[in-house]
């Protein structure tokens, strides 16, 4: 049994993980298809290490016949061509964030909450949550399971990747600058990025929280529980890829730094690195190309009653944006939610 799959946004850097992904997984699919717009049309990318796709024009492409569309071209392009595609029979997995907050649009990460793709019949339509909210979720759920969580403060540094592929090569042109003594002004970031930490991610709100903070809020409340009180602060860092989290929760129940770290190390999707010594955790260096949710630094936090703080990093385009795409799909499938249409 094989599936057809379409991934959107192929040319990018998530739509290349994603194409990435799907292979490495031996993903059962018949038939892979490349979509981008129309002035990527034509252009060649690979499918694993022999096969070549060639890319086809996402404005033309007739989604009759596939069963499921990996979604990663932006949220504009996603507003229109996802409800299109799910009309055509295709189930829609978007890591845009076009249909997050919609209420008729389960928001997933598989460890967390599969239980909602249930709901997903409404619109044909699954959306992946933001990049910084998958990881803390997946590091969250299991110890929210067993002694409840009341508040969350969580710190993030957040690689250069999160904002695309422009956004990384800016930080390389802005480190090669300051090694050659050029100008090299901001175009994607607002302040220089190389050997720097920008407190702003999307944009600001009436509050005073930029976009990228009130989204871990709210995400954090659909995927996981209402009831949790969420505060962020997003910073973006000279770093390529990998995204790494300062977290500090309060819980409803007594808990030690021991009892949390044996909890996350049961936990799916989690790897538990925390020696205390040097280079005894994991940075967002090594977990690039990594799958799990590396937790690290888990101590017991002496300022409330039961209260823990621990370090965790993934690679935001994998655990972050395609393998959690890629990990819907499977889910969709052992759940036997995929009616096959393809030959």
């Known amino acids: 049994m094989g599936y057809r799959v379409a991934v959107v946004g192929a040319t990018g850097a998530v739509g290349r993980e994603m194409l990435k992904t799907l292979y490495e997984r031996n993903f059962p699919a018949t038939e892979v298809i490349a979509l981008a717009s129309g002035r990527s049309t034509g252009m060649e990318i690979s499918y694993g290490p022999k096969q070549v796709l060639t890319v086809k024009n996402l404005e033309t492409f007739d989604f009759t016949g596939t069963d499921i569309g990996l979604f990663s071209p932006g949220a504009a392009v996603s507003a229109i061509h996802a409800p299109r595609a799910a009309a055509q029979g295709c189930i829609v997995i978007d890591n845009t964030s076009q249909f997050r907050m919609d209420p008729d649009v389960p928001l997933v990460v598989p460890e967390v909450n599969p239980h909602h793709l249930k709901q997903f019949a409404k619109r044909g339509i699954i959306a992946n949550p933001n990049c910084s909210t998958i990881q803390m979720v997946v590091a969250l759920k299991p110890l929210h399971d067993a002694f409840g969580i009341k508040r969350v403060v969580v710190s993030t540094y957040q690689s250069t990747s999160g904002g695309g592929k422009e956004a990384m090569d800016e930080l390389f042109a802005h480190t090669r600058s300051s090694f050659v003594h050029e100008k090299s002004p901001p175009q994607i970031f607002t302040k220089e990025i190389a050997f720097n930490c920008i407190p702003h991610i999307d944009k600001f709100m009436d509050d005073g929280s930029t976009k990228e903070e009130w989204k871990m809020v709210v995400e954090t409340h659909k995927i996981l529980d209402p009831a949790i009180k969420v505060f962020a602060t997003c910073v973006r860092v000279p770093v390529f890829i990998g995204h790494g989290e300062a977290v500090t929760v309060e819980f409803e129940n007594p808990i030690t730094a021991g009892q949390a770290r044996a909890t996350l190390r049961a936990a799916p999707g989690v790897e538990v690195v925390d020696v205390?010594?040097?280079?005894?955790?994991?940075?967002?260096?090594?977990?690039?190309?990594?799958?799990?949710?590396?937790?690290?630094?888990?101590?017991?936090?002496?300022?409330?009653?039961?209260?823990?703080?621990?370090w965790c990093v993934s690679d935001n385009l994998r655990k972050g944006a395609a393998l959690n795409a890629v990990q819907i799909a499977e889910t969709l499938i052992a759940q036997g939610m995929i009616v096959q249409k393809a030959a």
């Open 276 to 310: 205390r010594e040097d280079g005894g955790y994991m940075t967002p260096l090594e977990c690039a190309g990594e799958d799990p949710v590396y937790v690290s630094r888990i101590r017991k936090d002496p300022t409330v009653d039961h209260g823990i703080s621990f």
